[in-house]
């Protein structure tokens, strides 16, 4: 069993502290395109720092936590809805919902613009494609907020792509859930 990923860096076996090379050079015509807007002034140095810097941003842009991208899918579904009624559910009261099997699909577009001093050069599009999985799931709620969620199993499997070529793809390989999955302080259920 793999160990679970707390960040999309985790899903994308990117681990911390720091980011090992993406395989961008894969997505070639953006690369190349972007490289060629480079002014002849600037320093050779340039598009090393440029790529370095790049690979920085994707890193913080897969800094997201797996928790919050379940709470998000779930917080304004329907059904959970009632429980931001505090008369029928007081904040003290602490609701245990089963779940039933489903798939969460979730996608994230962040982009890096590049600039040479003051001036814009170009921007490298980046999409970020998610399905969860999860099976036999029960959900704590509280005071209108998801509190945690206890899982029979559940995975994650993931895509990355720049301007519109993969270049990391973990479809393969699944990324299995702890048992139990904590919120911190709770994700808040948006009526």
Request: net charge negative; glycine share 10%; proline share 8%.
């Amino acid at each position: 069993m793999a160990e679970t990923p707390d960040t999309l860096k985790g899903v994308f076996g990117l681990g911390t502290p720091t980011l090992p090379r993406l395989p961008l050079s894969e997505s070639g015509k953006c690369l190349s395109a972007l490289r060629d807007c480079i002014p002849a002034t600037a320093s050779s140095a340039f598009w090393p720092a440029a790529m370095a810097q790049i690979h920085e941003q994707v890193g913080e842009a897969l800094d997201v936590p797996i928790p919050s991208i379940l709470g998000g899918a779930w917080s304004t579904y329907g059904p959970f809805l009632k429980y931001c009624d505090a008369k029928e559910y007081p904040s003290d009261v602490v609701s245990t919902v089963p779940l039933a099997d489903h798939t969460i699909i979730s996608s994230i577009k962040p982009y890096v613009e590049v600039y040479v001093g003051n001036e814009r050069i170009g921007q490298l599009d980046f999409e970020i494609k998610l399905l969860i999985t999860l099976e036999g799931g029960v959900l704590s709620i509280q005071n209108a907020r998801f509190m945690s969620l206890r899982l029979a199993s559940g995975k994650i499997e993931g895509m990355l792509s720049c301007e519109g070529v993969v270049v990391l793809d973990r479809t393969s390989k699944d990324y299995q859930f702890p048992g139990l999955i904590l919120f911190g302080s709770g994700i808040p259920i948006v009526p």
